[in-house]
């Protein structure tokens, strides 16, 4: 079993549709829960960060975490055209707080269509 | 300020041929990282480095090299190429790995081994 799971898609939504992006872990040690948007031919980008349980919101896009199911979600509203990316979620533990290394799923591809 | 520079972006090599990656960061980040990324299977860790003169292996180091003779360079050799080392390499580095986790990635170099 892989540590992270994410459904790779591909993913279409009409403009203008709510998104919902999810993956599961199976290390509860993991603390750290990140969001990164990776554009074609470029390298990924730091969209999301959430620290244990909860949620955080910012503009369009809210980072859910349930750390009791190992499930982890991001939503994106009113999905825009420029939000067509890769989106891979990525977590790490405590014990790999000090180093920085980050464990990735597979990156689910979105496509919003106008 | 450049961020995270990769060279070269593309290079194709022949079997059992050997290169460097070079990666630069100008943002005097300590934590630097190297990731393969594959169709489908995210981002895989080959090797990370917390400091000048200190490297370590991550998830995927067989085939690979780094060193890490100063804070600004961290350059991945590749020794005796194989068809299974195609793939895009992206590097990323990181003031401190505690504060959310955030890499810096650069634009990723594309290899393919023939």
């Known amino acids: 079993q892989k540590e992270v799971e994410q459904d790779p898609g591909p993913l279409s939504v009409p403009e203008g549709a709510i998104v919902s992006l999810n993956c599961t872990y199976s290390?509860?040690?993991?603390?750290?829960f990140m969001w990164y948007r990776q554009y074609s031919r470029k390298g990924p980008e730091l969209l999301m960060y959430?620290?244990?349980?909860g949620n955080k919101e910012d503009g369009r896009f809210t980072a859910q975490v349930d750390k009791s199911s190992k499930y982890i979600s991001l939503f994106i509203r009113d999905s825009q055209p420029s939000d067509s990316a890769t989106y891979l979620c990525a977590m790490s533990g405590q014990g790999s707080s000090n180093t920085g290394k980050l464990i990735f799923g597979q990156g689910t591809t979105l496509q919003v269509k106008p | 300020n450049a961020g995270v520079t990769q060279t070269p972006k593309f290079r194709i090599l022949k079997i059992g041929q050997s290169m460097t990656l070079q990666c630069a960061q100008d943002m005097n980040h300590n934590y630097m990282y190297w990731y393969r990324q594959d169709p489908g299977m995210g981002l895989k860790l080959i090797y990370y480095?917390?400091?000048?003169?200190?490297?370590d292996k991550g998830e995927v180091p067989n085939g690979y090299n780094v060193s890490r003779s100063t804070t600004e360079d961290f350059p991945l050799r590749l020794e005796l190429a194989a068809p299974s080392q195609t793939s895009v390499y992206f590097c990323?580095?990181?003031?401190?790995?505690?504060?959310?986790?955030?890499?810096?990635f650069g634009e990723g170099s594309r290899l393919t081994v023939l």
């Open positions: 959430t620290y244990s349980s």
């Open positions: 290390n509860s040690a993991f603390q750290y």
């Open positions: 990323a580095s990181s003031y401190s790995p505690g504060n959310a986790g955030e890499l810096f």
């Open positions: 480095s917390v400091g000048a003169g200190i490297t």
